[in-house]
């Protein structure tokens, strides 16, 4: 005999009103996902999409790419479902153009606004030149890595390229990119870094990403990916401790990673809640090598600056000049641009 289940028609508006609840619920939380890769980093890349990266790299992110005619010694490859084209030489990126409304800088400009003079004022640093176009014209800022395309008095397009060095200033060398890991390339303070998890077990970072390059067991086991440029730490229990990487496509939903300044860091996390600097450890290394510490000798030295309650923290360089036994060391310049990101949970 076959029963049928009757439902009160005021069922039904309760079991469909709710369904329509957790459909717009779902949609919002889609909406509001970090889109990570929707930032411009003048001098550096577009998200994920680092200068310099190769071909082979790119494709492993994005396996739809489009190549297109080349334009003289280069290749263009486009991505067209993030309106994004790619300039290669030598097998290298070495120009990523976008005119997608959503791709904003850290301060907050992007294609298809009007404010270009702000945007002008805003990143290019040291100095910029125009020049006309088909269309209109363009605005080339060498020193700060950024191009911006102008057409009827709004910005249609912004491009990325190797910034220039300024006469008389430092600059750090863009760092070798990075294989792209498997998953995504989020970094979640407390949380994650790209597809590991806190507490993961060792069998499901395998999962994730495959055997690790090296593996070192005094004391706590690590993981030592190097191909990615992450190292994941384990505690007693075998469960991930400590996430630790130097990718620079590895980035917060605030854009901040590998290369970041030490300015875009405060802003965002504000003052940290504890510092670290490495002091000792380069001066007793060289007092083993050499016997003494020559008085003005100057070398770098690697500032942590820790913020407990977020679960993160980030590595700087700086330069100091060593003026003694019961001198402190001095700065010199300033602060050099993030070279690693770790993630642990929130103290």
């Known amino acids: 005999m076959v029963r049928c289940l009757r439902v009160r028609p005021l069922g039904v508006l309760i079991i469909?009103?709710?369904?329509?609840?957790?459909?717009?619920?779902?949609?919002?939380?889609?909406?509001?996902?970090?889109?990570?890769?929707?930032?411009?980093?003048?001098?550096?890349?577009?998200?994920?999409?680092?200068?310099?990266?190769?071909?082979?790299?790119?494709?492993?992110?994005?396996?739809?790419?489009?190549?297109v005619s080349p334009s003289g010694d280069q290749q263009i490859l486009t991505i067209?479902?993030?309106?994004?084209?790619?300039?290669?030489?030598?097998?290298?990126?070495?120009?990523?153009?976008?005119?997608n409304p959503v791709h904003k800088t850290l301060s907050g400009f992007g294609p298809g606004q009007r404010n270009w003079v702000a945007a002008r004022d805003s990143l290019c640093q040291g100095g910029s030149s125009t020049a006309s176009t088909a269309r209109g014209f363009e605005v080339k800022c060498p020193f700060s890595g950024v191009i911006l395309e102008v057409v009827a008095d709004t910005l249609a397009a912004i491009s990325v390229v190797q910034a220039e060095r300024l006469a008389g200033a430092e600059q750090t060398p863009a760092p070798e990119?990075?294989?792209?890991?498997?998953?995504?390339?989020?970094?979640?303070?407390?949380?994650?870094?790209?597809?590991?998890?806190?507490?993961?077990?060792?069998?499901?970072?395998?999962?994730?990403?495959?055997?690790?390059?090296?593996?070192e067991t005094e004391g706590r086991d690590r993981y030592i990916y190097d191909r990615f440029s992450t190292t994941v730490a384990f505690s007693w229990s075998d469960a991930v401790e400590t996430i630790r990487t130097w990718n620079?496509?590895?980035?917060?939903?605030?854009?901040?990673?590998?290369?970041?300044?030490?300015?875009?860091?405060?802003?965002?996390f504000g003052p940290p809640q504890d510092?670290?600097?490495?002091?000792?450890?380069?001066?007793?290394?060289?007092?083993?090598?050499?016997?003494?510490?020559?008085?003005?000798?100057?070398?770098?030295?690697?500032?942590?600056?820790?913020?407990?309650?977020?679960?993160?923290?980030?590595?700087?360089?700086?330069?100091?000049?060593?003026?003694g036994q019961a001198e402190p060391a001095v700065p010199i310049g300033s602060v050099e641009p993030v070279t690693h990101v770790t993630v642990d949970k929130p103290r």
């Open 80 to 99: 067209p479902s993030l309106q994004l084209a790619i300039w290669f030489r030598d097998n290298r990126v070495n120009r990523i153009r976008t005119t």
């Open 16 to 67: 469909a009103v709710t369904l329509m609840a957790q459909i717009a619920l779902l949609g919002s939380v889609v909406k509001s996902a970090p889109t990570e890769q929707f930032t411009i980093f003048p001098g550096r890349g577009i998200g994920p999409v680092s200068l310099r990266m190769t071909e082979g790299q790119l494709r492993q992110l994005f396996p739809s790419l489009v190549k």
């Open 275 to 323: 510092t670290e600097t490495r002091h000792e450890t380069i001066l007793e290394d060289l007092r083993k090598r050499i016997g003494f510490i020559p008085p003005g000798w100057e070398y770098t030295v690697f500032v942590e600056e820790l913020y407990h309650t977020r679960g993160i923290s980030f590595i700087f360089r700086r330069k100091v000049r060593y003026l």
């Open 248 to 268: 620079g496509a590895m980035r917060t939903k605030d854009g901040l990673g590998v290369g970041s300044s030490w300015s875009d860091v405060r802003r965002v």
């Open 177 to 215: 990119p990075s294989i792209i890991p498997p998953g995504n390339t989020l970094i979640v303070p407390g949380q994650s870094i790209g597809a590991i998890f806190l507490r993961m077990s060792k069998k499901q970072i395998k999962g994730f990403w495959g055997e690790p390059d090296r593996v």
